[in-house]
């Protein structure tokens, strides 16, 4: 097992309308990844991800692609020292 570690990422593109926060749910639960996601006023999508590093990391390279209907333009990630997110879910 790998230190727990937080990311926040922000995802830009057509990511608002595509199942985005729900196939991300569906991601971080699968691998026990925990945090939120929302989606933003301008279009992008926020998420924190924090947990075992391997898995984070997983969940944050998959944000890089998101859901079959998704166009992710860029993804932005921000280290952040875990602050003890509990179960994911949608903000």
Do not use: Y
């Not at 593109?13 to 945090?35: C, H, I, L, Y």
């Amino acid at each position: 097992m790998s230190p727990a570690i937080r990311r926040r990422v922000i995802v830009h593109g057509r990511v608002q309308g595509v199942f985005f926060r729900g196939s991300t749910v569906e991601r971080a639960r699968d691998a026990g990844v925990r945090g939120w996601v929302r989606n933003l006023a301008d279009g992008r999508v926020e998420a924190v991800f924090e947990g075992d590093a391997l898995d984070v990391e997983e969940v944050v390279a998959w944000c890089g692609q998101g859901p079959r209907h998704a166009r992710v333009e860029r993804v932005e990630v921000f280290e952040e020292e875990p602050r003890g997110e509990g179960p994911f879910a949608v903000r």
